[in-house]
C-alpha cells in the first residue's frame, strides 16, 4: 500500500512539473512573440520617425527656396521696374514717359498677381477637381516653355473625393509641375484623370506624364545602403508628392528612365 502511494505522489510530481513546463513554455512563446511584436512596433516607428523629419526637412528647405524664389522675383523684376518708372517720372520731360511708365506699371501688377497666385491661387475651388487643374495647366502654360494640358472625360466620378482630398491632388500636381519646368526638359505634359477601367480597383487613377529627359528613379530613391534618399537628390519634391498622396490614403509611385520622361500616378481608393 505504501509502495502504490509513493508511487502515485511520484506521477503526482511528475505531472506537476511537465504542467509547470507546458505553461512555461506557452509563457516564453508568448513572450518572444510580444518582443518581436515590440521590436517590429519600435523599427516601425523608428522609420516612421525618421520620414518625418526628412519631410520636415523638406518642408523647411521648401519654404527658404520659396521665400528666396519671391525675393528674387521681386527685386530682378518688380523692384527693377518700379525703379526705372521712378526715373521716368522724374525727369524733367516726364509727361512724355507717363505712357511708358504706366506700361511698366502693368506689367509689375501682373507679376505681382502671378507671384501671389503661385502661392495661393484665387480661383481654387474646394470642391471642383477639374476646374483647379485646368487653370493651374493654363497658368504655369504661360510663363515657361513647357506645355501643360488636361484630360479628364466630364463624366469623371470624383464625388468620392472630400475637399481635402482635392487640395492634395492640386498640391501634387502644382509640386510636379514644378519638377518638370525645374529638371525635365520637357516640350509637353500631360495630367490625365480617368476612373477604373474592367477589373481594376474603383476609383480615381491619375497620370502625371511629360517628354522629358527622364531620370534613374532607383538610384535616386535607393543608395547602396537601400536606406530612402530621396532627400538627397534634385528630386526631393518627390518626398513631398508622396507624403501628400499618404495623407489623403492614395498610393503613389513614379515611373521613369533616362531619355524616357517620367510619369507619376496617384490612385484614390473610392470609399
Do not use: W
Not at 506557452?26 to 518625418?52: A, C, E, P, W, Y
Not at 518626398?239 to 520622361?261: C, N
Amino acid at each position: 500500500m505504501g509502495h502504490t502511494q509513493t508511487v502515485e505522489e511520484l506521477e503526482r510530481i511528475i505531472e506537476n512539473y511537465i504542467t509547470f513546463f507546458i505553461v512555461f513554455d506557452i509563457l516564453f512563446l508568448v513572450m518572444i512573440f510580444v518582443s518581436v511584436l515590440l521590436l517590429i512596433r519600435f523599427f516601425k516607428s523608428k522609420k516612421s520617425l525618421k520620414d518625418s523629419n526628412e519631410y520636415l526637412v523638406y518642408t523647411i528647405r521648401g519654404q527658404e527656396e520659396e521665400r528666396a524664389r519671391i525675393a528674387r522675383e521681386l527685386h530682378d523684376t518688380v523692384a527693377q521696374d518700379l525703379r526705372y518708372c521712378k526715373n521716368l517720372l522724374e525727369k524733367d520731360e516726364a509727361a512724355v514717359n507717363i505712357s511708358e511708365a504706366v506700361h511698366i506699371l502693368e506689367k509689375s501688377l501682373s507679376q505681382v498677381r502671378l507671384i501671389s497666385y503661385n502661392l495661393s491661387p484665387a480661383d481654387i475651388t474646394k470642391k471642383d477637381l477639374k476646374s483647379n487643374l485646368v487653370n493651374l495647366c493654363a497658368s504655369v502654360s504661360q510663363t515657361c516653355n513647357v506645355k501643360f494640358r488636361l484630360s479628364m472625360l466630364d463624366d469623371t466620378d470624383t464625388s468620392f473625393l472630400d475637399e481635402n482630398d482635392i487640395l492634395n491632388i492640386y498640391r501634387i500636381a502644382q509640386e510636379s509641375f514644378t519638377n518638370i519646368i525645374k529638371h525635365s526638359k520637357a516640350e509637353e505634359a500631360v495630367i490625365l484623370i480617368r476612373n477604373s477601367c474592367e477589373n481594376e480597383e474603383k476609383g480615381l487613377y491619375i497620370f502625371i506624364s511629360d517628354d522629358g529627359c527622364g531620370f534613374d528613379y532607383d538610384a535616386q530613391r535607393y543608395g547602396n545602403s537601400g536606406f530612402t534618399r530621396l532627400g538627397a537628390s534634385k528630386h526631393f519634391g518627390l518626398m513631398g508628392m508622396e507624403k501628400r498622396a499618404q495623407l489623403i490614403g492614395a498610393d503613389f509611385s513614379v515611373s521613369s528612365a533616362a531619355d524616357e520622361g517620367t510619369q507619376i500616378r496617384i490612385f484614390k481608393r473610392k470609399k
